[in-house]
């Protein structure tokens, strides 16, 4: 198994040991970047940043560690959020 099938299905942020999403919760599929194919949780977000893109702290991004990702819903009320570049 390659490292992306490896993250194919894991959600960003999760254990490692328990890396798969759960029942009763919201995602999001990260598109592009160095995120593809993570789910991110957005249960607990307020409706007013449903539409927002994020910025995620990654360690495999352009910056290395300390760097992070940004990441843009597709479209309004997309379950899909492309990558839109990365920062230090």
Known sequence: MDELEFMR??????????????????YVELVGGPLDGLLLDVTDRPDHEAGRAVVLPTE??????GGHATYAPRSSGSRTYEWRGDAP
């Open 9 to 26: 299905g894991r959600v960003y942020g999760a254990d490692h040991d328990d890396p798969g999403p759960r029942s009763g919760r919201a």
């Open 60 to 65: 495999i991004g352009r910056y290395g560690p």
